[in-house]
């Protein structure tokens, strides 16, 4: 059973920087290429892909909004995907999830209805 847990999130001032985790078990992570994506919910909004990365040779798509600010990389070795943010802003408030699929290939998609995994996700609160 393919397992994620998110980690890191915090209340920050504006201006600050934040790096979110999320460990990935219950697949091979280095062998096997699939998509592992962030994702934010703020109140009264849809759910939102921000960053994908690929498990194998680490290939990455970012919505726009967040391109320059945003960095999703990863740890293979201890199979987990990470995101830094820089210059948080007030709108970055949300609730931050990382995804993934059963799929063994690596299609980078932002759109939430794609994945089948989910974690439980973890709280970013920024303050101006």
């Given at each position: 059973q393919v397992h994620l847990e998110e980690s890191g999130g915090t209340s920050v001032q504006a201006g600050g920087s934040l790096r979110l985790s999320c460990g990935?078990?219950?697949?091979?992570?280095s062998t096997s290429p699939r998509s592992v994506t962030w994702f934010r919910q703020a109140p009264g909004q849809e759910r939102e892909g921000v960053a994908a990365i690929c498990t194998i040779g680490g290939s990455t798509k970012y919505t726009d909004s967040v391109k320059g600010r945003f960095t999703i990389s990863q740890d293979t070795a201890k199979n987990t995907v990470y995101l830094q943010?820089?210059?948080l802003k007030p709108d970055d408030t949300a609730m931050y999830y990382c995804a993934t699929d059963d799929r063994r290939y690596c299609?980078?998609?932002l759109i939430a209805s794609v994945y089948k995994y989910w974690g439980q996700g973890t709280q970013v609160t920024v303050s101006s």
């Open positions: 990935v078990s219950g697949y091979s992570y943010i820089n210059e299609y980078l998609s």
